[in-house]
């Protein structure tokens, strides 16, 4: 590493460039299997034409949306417009940035690290850029200049910002057992502790989890895009890659907080209950499964439970939805946080 | 049928002792029909009368009988539900100055009737409280009746110039929010102006008939008695043999042609085949209004095979072609039987699974439970028909009240709800869904064999009138027939049963919130195609803030002559 | 090519800069609210960075959360609710503000001059220090945390009284004088 070209811009730009890529193709293959999971709920096939058994299917849709016409409403507030797409896409790959896939391991010699960059403040930073998606959202719902966009803009606001605390709080929990803010760290302390996060903080697992459908406006809380009251909420007048881009910028975040939730409670790169089983995962017929393994297969579970959600509950009202954050998420959060607060110090944390 | 003949004669009674003189004549055509010719200023007297017998408001008929006897009639249509029996109001009306008194204050569901009324025929309701175009389009030029007689059915008058459409205002400090024209749900042409504080709507103005396709028109004019089924089964994209069935009898009934009882039978199978059908249909749109598209996607499943069985009965999935005056064109196949059960079986298995997996989801409780309150009272003022009425706790049901086909052997059970919310609608059709496949068993295993059309050999008499009600899944279609000379109808009347249910619209979603609107509307499983049947007008949608409507059609008329590139 | 890796930082930071000057000069020239809310977005993302800059990382973060994705989504949601026209235009209110506009602009020129005698070594502008806690160097969460719940505890706490104030204040002026059915 004498070359400080290497080390400074190099080794990061790669990874840049493989993380984008896995993270652009997930989300492209995560609506297929969207398509294809709920289909077989539904008792239909699913896109099955464009290559075999549909699997290029995503890469047509891509191609579809490049090529469309890009529509910008005659009355449209142009640069805000423009801009609400970048502002939802950005900060939904940035997040990529800090989120360990797995441990350092060696390559040729060099010391490889599987994430961009490890910063002591990593939840934090998570939670401060993704908290800035929402301008995407309400800039471009509102410069849209259409009634449904707009309301569709403003609830997603609302929705976003609702529960952002709940779930900041639950993701505090987890800070107060493993006494730091990096995401590496947070994983460490699991294989310290020896138990995952989400056995202690199940409150605070499920109420993380709760909060990031809500965040990434899926089903059952997909009110901002209601198409029955909304038509397609703050994105109705998109299209081409505009649109697009609202589209990844969503698949992006369920990736986002699937991964998050991966890390903070379910022991991240981490095998199942390392120090119960340690001589299993220690044989040689299974010491070849590399964490990131773990890592995708805890992650693509969640994502999983993302559209078993969509094929199962039916959408709420928007009254409901905030009653939910506010006089029960909320509450709830506290009165978790404070018990687990309360169990740190009786019993020690990490 | 003595009791029948026996009420009517009480109401006759009723009526004269009421209004004296007033009463010219009194006739029964069929014997379920009582014709009470009245003088026009006696009309509202009458009409109350009737309320207080709790007769039912069906529909306004508006006859141009110039031919006949130099005169308009408008003839309004009761039903007295417990006792089985029809009224008609008859007015004659003067051809110079074609007026007659609303009745829309005492009846509130008569409002679009006499709107319908004056727009296609040009009796003008004096005191009507929204006195807007219902059916024209905006630049119908004015003067212009096309259900007159010497209005030729194929004449496309020129559009008016600087017509603009009459919206509401809406209240101080509401905003406007469009739903339609195109409805972005149902996929059919409706035209909702909410008017809404913040999500919540406090009124609304409502601009429909876009899609009329002058179907009575061309009942009286170009068509025969035998070729109308076709038309009228058109009339839906639904329920279609309600509708042929409805005019059918109709004809029969003014004709009094006995059908044979195995007609009547299959008849009966057939139309609760469909309300198989079609309450499955819309259970899965009421999912996906909701966002419950495992709804949508299990209920049209379930509901295919049913298709399946229409067709391999009549040879199509839903234009079945069987109907015809006087019973059947096509015999119900015996080999046909032991599927048709074994369809109902698996359907009925299904449904009940969807039944207790959708009673046990707390969320889609709490998205229909207390949305879209319909009372019991306004729902009868309103003369709101089928699953919403009985949702509402108001027990009508066309099979019961008025029996036709085989309905009096094989009756269906009235299933009524209380509470009059979105929730109570669905309980109410899912269990008519369940009752609907008993009644296809019990159908079956009572058919009787034998003919299935009675040979009509003597012409059918002119004026003569006959009035149909069928219970569609969506409820009470009415067909009303005034018989005539050159082998069709002189005037043929439909009314389907989203016509009276879609004006009660506004009292449900008054104080909903926008969210609630679609369920709301969705749950009255409207049918626009069913209720927008009369004219035949093209009108283009108005989208009035950037363009003109002039502009958007010159902007049509260019994209047209260029071949349609862009 | 090794000027640009040394003097990296520089080079960021006056980019950073010349971002949050040009943000706050958007803000008040903007005719439209939304562009100037936009403005002040750009001038806080901006000063995150010079945050991360300063390593102070944890500072940044909690810029971004609560400026960025808090404060300024409230702005926008009144801007949006409440249109344009209905601002009332009154220059009598600009021009009261005149006296205040002066007495602050001296303060922050006042502010500057301070600054500049600290960076030119009349402070120590030593980051370390700020990172030592009880004598041991800790990251900059835990030195943040030390400084506000040890030695500022007494003025931590009256400010978050004084916020709680604020907001039943707040609630207390919003609430409708004859609600219907209580919540809005």
Known sequence: MANPWVAFLLVPLIKIVVILLAVILIAAYMSFFERKILAYMQIRIGPNRVGPRGWLQPIADALKLLVKEDIVPARA????????????????????????????????GYEVTPYLTDVNIGILFILGVSSVGVYGVILGGWASNNKFSMMGGLRSAAQLVSYEVPMGLSVVTVLLMANSLSLVKIVEAQKQAGVWYFIPGIVAFFI?????????????????????????????????????????????????????????????????????????WALPALAWIPPIAWFVLKMAAFLFVYIWFRGTFPRYRFDQLMDLGWKVFIPVSLVNLMAVGLGVLLIGGK | MASVLGVAAQVNEAVARKIGAGLRAASQGPPDTLRLVVAPEELRSATEELLRLRARFLITVGIDARPLSADYRVLYLFSLDGEHLFVVLECAVSPDDPHVDSIAALVPGANWAERECRDAVGVTPDGHPDPRRLLLADDWPEGLFPLRRDFPYDYRPPAAEGVAPVPKQPPEGASVLPIGPFFPVLEEPSYWRLFVEGETVVGCDYRGFYNHRGIEKLGESTLTYNEIPYLAERICGICGFIHSTAYCQAVEKAAGIEVPRRARYIRSIMLELERVHSHLLWLGIAGHILGFDTVLMQTWRMREPVMWLAEEISGNRKTYGMNTIGGLRRDLPATVVAKVLKVVDEVERESVAVRDAIVGDTTLLARTKNVGVLTGDWAR???????????????????????????????????????????????????????????????????????????????????????????????????????????????????????????????????AAIADVPITLGSLDPCFSCTERVEAIDVSTHSRRVYSRQELLAMSRELTLRGGRR | MTWFLVHFAEIVFYSLAAVALAGAVGVIAFRSPVHAALSLLGT????????????????????????????????????????????????????????????????????????????????????????????????????????????????????????????????????????????A
Request: aromatic share 10%; net charge negative; hydrophobic share 50%.
């Open chain 1, 77 to 108: 507030e142009k640069f805000v417009y423009f801009l609400g797409p970048v502002l939802v896409v950005a900060p939904a790959l940035l997040v990529f940035s800090v989120i360990p896939f797995g441990p350092a391991f060696k390559l040729f």
């Open chain 1, 208 to 280: 993380y989890f709760v909060c990031g459908v809500a965040e990434t406006n899926r089903n059952p809380f997909d009110l901002p895009e209601a198409e029955s009251e909304l038509v397609a909420g703050f994105h109705t007048e998109y299209s081409g890659m505009k649109f697009a881009f609202y589209f990844l910028a969503e698949y992006a975040n369920m990736v986002v907080v699937s991964s998050i939730a991966t890390v903070l409670f379910l022991g991240g790169w981490l095998p199942p209950f390392p120090n119960w089983l340690a001589a299993v």
């Open chain 2, 381 to 511: 003022q309103v003369c709101v028909v089928g699953p919403p009425a009985r949702g509402s706790g108001v027990p009508i049901d066309a099979r019961l009240d008025h029996p036709y086909a085989a309905y009096d052997e094989v009756p269906p059970r009235l299933c009524t709800q209380q509470a009059g919310d979105t929730w109570a609608r669905v309980l109410v059709r899912v269990e008519e869904l369940l009752d609907s496949i008993r009644q296809v068993r019990e159908g079956l295993a009572r058919l009787p064999a034998g003919e299935v059309l009675a040979e009509v050999k003597d012409e059918i008499p002119r004026d003569r009138i006959g009035i149909s009600v069928v219970e569609a899944p969506r409820g009470e279609a009415v067909h009303f027939v005034m018989t005539g000379g050159d082998n069709r109808p002189y005037r043929w009347r439909v009314r389907a049963p989203t016509y009276p249910n879609l004006q009660a619209m506004p009292a449900m979603i008054d104080h």
């Open chain 3, 44 to 183: 806080f993302l901006a000063v995150a960075g010079v945050f991360v800059l300063m390593q102070a990382e944890f500072l940044a973060a909690v810029q971004v959360l609560v400026y960025a994705g808090g404060v300024m989504v409230l702005f926008l949601f009144v801007i949006m609710l409440v249109k344009a026209r209905d601002i009332p235009d009154e220059p009598q209110y600009v021009r009261r503000l005149v006296p205040a506009a002066v007495g602050l602009g001296a303060l922050l020129a006042a502010l500057v001059g301070v600054g500049i005698w600290a960076a030119s070594g009349g402070l120590p502008a030593d980051g370390a220090a700020l990172r030592m806690v009880a004598g041991a160097p800790l990251g900059n969460t835990e030195a943040v945390g030390w400084s506000l719940y040890r030695d500022y505890l007494l003025p931590f706490e009256v400010v978050s009284i004084v916020l709680l104030v604020a907001m039943i204040g707040a609630i207390v002026m919003g609430r409708k004088e004859s609600g219907r059915g209580g919540a």
